[in-house]
């Protein structure tokens, strides 16, 4: 018996360690794949915007070329482009429709996870179904809207749509995170004499900063990434950096920059990309706060 056992054991085991390294491997390969599927476009298009512009189109995997001319076109407004205002709408834009999108979402998420009524879950699903609608079926009709009241080429034309497109998406992830905090630190406050303003400002929203943190980071990332919208209720006083990089023209009005607009690309892609990486923790910790139960 102890021969047969000592067989088993022999033969088991080798293949329970195959077996495991296999998945380790696949596990690998997929994140590989996914990270080139990524970062592939991103690499390219910084090398490209490091390439001289007179080669451009040449197809060698690494840099060469190197210089630093079509980030100098990129904020040359000789030809109309006026990359660096862009920029800075794009910041007030992002900044100012995540900011009203946080005091309405956690106001919302709050109560839909702490009140009971009817209807709850409803509102909930009218709240998330609200992210899946066409971005493209309503551009006529703000534009139509927009045009009748005056706010086209207006900052409120982008922020308003702009806080309609984040805000199911705060509402989802605090709400979420709102429902698994231990309401009987409420409780305690209020029979410490708190009132539910006092309650909630005090003890469950720092509780809920993580989530918030979290919310803000990719509410200011989906308002600047909108292009849609943008290029139709934009003007040049007030168009963000999406549309400003779509229509740049060079010395040639028929062939597209296309170095001085891979340099822009890098220039806005790059902050993004080291702000989620700085805070990848907090966004990570805030995603998933909610998810398990205590």
Request: glycine residues 8%; proline residues 6%; aromatic residues 10%.
């Amino acid at each position: 018996m102890a021969a047969v056992a000592t067989q088993q054991i022999g033969t088991v085991g080798p293949a329970s360690e195959w077996r495991r390294r296999l998945g380790s491997a696949r596990i690998y390969v997929g994140a590989l794949i996914v990270l080139v599927w990524g970062l592939g476009p991103f690499y390219w298009m910084a090398v490209t915007a490091f390439r001289d512009p007179d080669h451009t189109f040449d197809s060698t995997p690494w840099p060469t070329h190197i210089t630093l001319d079509n980030f100098r076109d990129a904020f040359d407004t000789s030809r109309g482009n006026n990359f660096a205002h862009a920029l800075l709408n794009s910041v007030i834009i992002g900044a100012a429709s995540t900011a009203i999108a946080l005091v309405i979402g956690i106001m919302a998420a709050y109560a839909l996870a702490r009140l009971t009524f009817k209807g709850r879950y409803l509102v909930s699903g009218v709240i998330l179904s609200a992210s899946m609608f066409p971005v493209v079926v309503l551009v006529t009709p703000l534009f139509q809207l927009f045009t009748e009241i005056g706010w086209i080429g207006k900052y409120q034309a982008l922020i308003l749509p702009n806080i309609s497109f984040v805000l199911p998406l705060t509402v989802y992830i605090l709400a979420s995170f709102f429902a698994e905090l231990p309401w009987e630190l409420e409780e305690a406050a209020r029979i410490d004499g708190a009132t539910k303003v006092q309650a909630f400002r005090l003890v469950m929203l720092p509780l809920a900063a993580p989530a918030v943190f979290t919310t803000a980071i990719l509410a200011f990332i989906a308002a600047v990434n909108e292009y849609l919208l943008a290029r139709v209720l934009s003007g040049s006083r007030t168009e963000p950096v999406t549309v400003a990089i779509a229509r740049f023209s060079g010395n040639n009005p028929l062939v597209p920059p296309y170095g001085a607009i891979m340099a822009a690309g890098t220039l806005v892609t790059v902050p993004l990309v080291i702000l989620v990486l700085v805070f990848q923790r907090r966004i990570i910790s805030g995603l998933t706060a909610g998810g398990v139960k205590s």
